[in-house]
């Protein structure tokens, strides 16, 4: 059984940088496994922020990145602003029309 | 403009069964890969189910044997029919396009399992 591992939580405070991460409970990710990012607020569906580990999605401002740090993905926020609180999900193509999504990551700004 | 719209949820007992559906206008469904995820009340999301632009679906574990998707090309629809529900398959179902192997959301049908 393939987990998706991420920070429960994480918080930031207004102006700086906060980097959340994506893992696997065995192995390492790589670009193969095309990890994406989405934001959640509570009764909102996810945006997307981020595909193929690093491409940012048409409309989202480039003080969000993606990367491959490590052994794990990586979703890094440069600037923070009080709007970034929100959840934050990764997911992970296993391949064979499978997808894996973490946990989640609830960011707070304070 | 992109747009997925879920409709068909609602409340269901145990053991009955529900059919979801999810209008895609802006593109064309049954050139594109398509999934549904699922979000049970205060959790995380759950990847539930996939279907290839050559019609290949696959599912998760937890609903293997019990949701298929489909979907109907003249109509420019997903479905996802779910039987055998459980009280643990209660949450937001959300349509999505998979486009360059990331997910683009509709607004979410709920569907709440119980007695």
């Known amino acids: 059984q393939t987990v998706v591992t991420q920070e429960p939580s994480f918080s930031v405070s207004p102006g700086g940088t906060v980097t959340l991460t994506c893992g696997l409970s065995?192995?390492?990710?790589?670009?193969?496994?095309?990890p994406s990012w989405y934001q959640q607020t509570p009764g909102q569906a996810p945006r997307t922020l981020i595909y193929s580990t690093s491409t940012r999605s048409s409309g989202v401002p480039d003080r969000f990145s993606g990367s491959i740090l490590g052994n794990k993905a990586a979703l890094t926020i440069t600037g923070a602003q009080a709007d970034d609180e929100s959840d934050y999900y990764c997911v992970l193509y296993m391949g064979s029309g499978i997808w894996v999504f973490g946990g989640g990551t609830r960011l707070t700004v304070l | 403009e992109v747009q997925l719209v879920e409709s068909g949820g609602g409340l269901i007992q145990p053991g009955g069964s529900l059919g979801l559906s999810c209008a895609a206008s802006?593109?064309?469904?049954?050139?594109?890969?398509m999934s549904w995820v699922r979000q049970a009340p205060g959790k995380g999301l759950e990847w539930v189910s996939f279907?290839?632009?050559?019609?290949?679906?696959y599912y998760a574990d937890s609903v293997k044997g019990r949701f298929t998707i489909s979907r109907d090309n003249s109509k420019n629809t997903l479905y996802l029919q779910m039987n055998s529900l459980r009280a643990e398959d209660t949450a937001v179902y959300y349509c999505?396009?998979?486009?360059?192997?990331?997910?683009?959301w509709g607004q979410g049908a709920l569907v709440t399992v119980s007695s």
């Open positions: 802006g593109f064309t469904v049954s050139n594109n890969y």
């Open positions: 065995s192995g390492s990710v790589s670009t193969n496994y095309y």
């Open positions: 999505a396009r998979n486009w360059n192997y990331a997910f683009y």
């Open positions: 279907i290839y632009s050559d019609g290949g679906t």
